[in-house]
């Protein structure tokens, strides 16, 4: 299995920052694809962006390109999600995601990120 924590969110203005952390435990040598979802009251949880562990390519939602940028770093098992440009609409809980080549997900807890107009 593999364990994730999340941290970094919180309350911003519109056109803020934020920089959401994630760290990864256990069977890290297992791990595909990290990545973010988000949840808002009363929608289904939806993909943000995805890294592959190994190759570092990148995939993002059309809603969030050329305002977040995910990055993650092997070495110290960290995945981040740096969050620029921030509209209400980006308010949900947010979510660390791992997948191995079965494609098994895990799941962080989640962490609050809110915009405020």
């Known amino acids: 299995q593999v364990q994730l924590v999340e941290s970094g969110g919180g309350l911003v203005q519109t056109g803020g920052s934020l920089r959401l952390s994630c760290a990864a435990s256990?069977?890290?040598?297992?791990?595909?694809?990290m990545g973010w979802f988000r949840q808002a009251p009363g929608k289904e949880r939806e993909f943000v962006a995805t890294?592959?562990?190994?190759?570092?390519?990148?995939n993002y939602a059309d809603s969030v390109k050329g305002r977040f940028t995910i990055s993650r770093d092997n070495a110290k098992n960290t995945l981040d999600l740096q969050m620029n440009n921030l509209k209400p609409e980006d308010t949900a809980v947010y979510y660390c995601?791992?997948?191995?080549?079965?494609?098994?997900?895990?799941w962080g807890q989640g962490t609050q990120v809110t915009v405020s107009s």
């Open positions: 995601n791992s997948r191995n080549s079965r494609l098994q997900d895990y």
């Open positions: 890294i592959r562990w190994s190759a570092g390519s990148t």
């Open positions: 256990g069977r890290t040598l297992s791990i595909y694809t």
